[in-house]
């Protein structure tokens, strides 16, 4: 079985999981309704005014320490026979995971307005990333063989 860490070898592969996962991040925030997704689309429409590029930097970024802990709740996934199910099932599991990763990466941030928006938007992050299982559990079956 080929792990996410193995896949991000291939910088062709890293340019279209990253592709991907800016198309992702921009559909659930797109999705997101009411007063707590209004503020996090005002949050991530300030975040891409001051860094046009700040997602695909970041998912670069990220994607080697994401990797490492999406790939043990992958492999049982794909023990399970359907991925889909298993990420929106063990989706809370899995979002701490990657907000574990997210966390320390803004405590270390040294910009002081990417940092500011983080720590606002971090309340509602672990439900967002819950809400986003269905298309990250396709991303990884698309991309890892």
């Known amino acids: 079985m080929t792990t996410l860490v193995e896949t991000l070898r291939d910088p062709e ?10 198309l992702l991040i921009d559909r659930e925030v797109a999705s997101k309704r009411g007063l707590s997704g209004r503020f996090l689309r005002a949050g991530y429409r300030a975040v891409r005014t001051l860094a046009p590029r700040f997602t695909a930097m970041a998912l670069e970024h990220l994607l080697p320490e994401f990797a490492p802990a999406v790939d043990p709740h992958y492999a049982k996934a794909r023990e399970s026979e359907d991925v889909r199910a298993y ?20 405590r270390r ?11 606002k938007l971090r309340a509602k992050a672990r439900e967002h990333v819950i809400a986003a299982m269905p298309g990250l559990a396709e991303l990884v079956v698309k991309h890892v063989p």
Do not use: E, P
Request: zero cysteines; hydrophobic letters at 45%.
């Open 13 to 22: 592969r890293k340019r279209a999981i990253i592709m991907d996962g800016v």
């Open 87 to 106: 990420f929106v099932n063990h989706g809370g599991d899995i979002a701490d995971s990657m907000l574990a990763v997210t966390d320390a990466r803004a």
């Open 109 to 119: 941030a040294k910009n002081r307005a990417i940092k500011s928006i983080y720590q």
